[in-house]
Every structure is written in C-alpha cells, then in structure tokens.
C-alpha cells in the first residue's frame, strides 16, 4: 500500500489543509480509517479520489508511513495525472532530459483505456 501526501498548504477556515491519495481507493479509506480520518473528507473525483486533511492529520498520515510529495507530483500519480503525462511524454519525446524527468512518475498499471462498459469520455 503506497499513500502520498502533498504540501499544497490551500486555507480552508483560516487552517492549512493538504490532499492525501493512494494507490487505490480501498487502500486510502483503509488507511484513513487506521488514523482516524472521517470519511466525509472523502473527494471521488473522477480520476483524483481524495481526501482533504489538516496539517495534523497530514503529520499523523506521514508519521503512518504515508509518503510526502509536491502538489504537482501528487497530481500526477492520480488516474488523471497519469493521462496527461502520458499526453506530455508523447509531446517531449525529442527531449531526453524531460522524457526522463517525466518517466519517473509513470505508473506502469495504469490505463488510458476506459473499463469494459465505460461508456464516459476521458478527455
């Protein structure tokens, strides 16, 4: 189980508050549950289920095991992230340096292609 927190630091009600994702979405409500995050902090958006958590439960997530990211790394490790990265490589195949940059964040499971009977459009 892999979980990724970031370090957007967005104000909602004067206090910080991050996002907190993982590889799947039964690993991220597993593991908000061992630490204690309510389950309505939940976000399924499409392509990037979150949760919203304060800096407490951020440092709680972190002290769990849960790996701290950029906001910009976090984006790119959720379903939709890992379609336009896939878009970016294709569009810096002629430079090695960012082709390598960008690689490093590719998960190779994941699917541009939508799911047997998904009929919703992706992009």
């Given at each position: ?79 939709a992230g890992q379609r336009t990265l896939k878009r970016l490589l294709e569009r810096s195949k002629d430079d090695p340096l960012e082709v ?24």
């Amino acid at each position: 189980m892999t979980i990724f927190v970031d370090d957007a630091a967005i104000m909602y009600r004067s206090k910080p508050c991050f996002h907190m994702i993982a590889d799947s979405v039964v690993e991220l409500h597993a593991f908000c549950q061992q630490i204690g995050i309510n389950r309505c902090w939940f976000h399924n958006v499409r392509g990037r289920p979150h949760y919203d958590i304060t800096g407490l439960q951020r440092d709680l997530a972190i002290l769990a095991g849960a790996i701290a990211v950029s906001s910009e790394e976090l984006a790119l490790r959720t379903e939709a992230g890992q379609r336009t990265l896939k878009r970016l490589l294709e569009r810096s195949k002629d430079d090695p340096l960012e082709v390598a940059r960008l690689q490093q964040y590719l998960r190779p499971h994941t699917s541009t292609e939508p799911a047997p009977g998904d009929t919703r459009q992706l992009f």
